[in-house]
C-alpha cells in the first residue's frame, strides 16, 4: 500500500513538472508561430550570388 502511494504523489509530482513546463514554453513564445516551419521546406533557399572577384 506505501508503494502505491509512494508511486501516486510520484506521478503527481512529474505531472506538475510537465505543466509547469508548458506554462513556461506558452509564456517564453514557444508556440507563437506554428505555420511557418510546416511550410518551410515547401520553399527553396536563395540561390547564392557568385559576386566573389576572388572566384
Known amino acids: 500500500m506505501t508503494v502505491i502511494l509512494l ?4 506521478s503527481l509530482l512529474v505531472a506538475v513538472g510537465f505543466l509547469l513546463a508548458f506554462f513556461w514554453a506558452v509564456g517564453t513564445g514557444q508556440y507563437d508561430d506554428e505555420v511557418t516551419p ?3 521546406i515547401l520553399f527553396e ?3 547564392p550570388s557568385n559576386d566573389d572577384p576572388n572566384d
Open 7 to 10: 508511486l501516486i504523489l510520484l
Open 38 to 40: 510546416a511550410i518551410r
Open 45 to 47: 533557399d536563395p540561390k
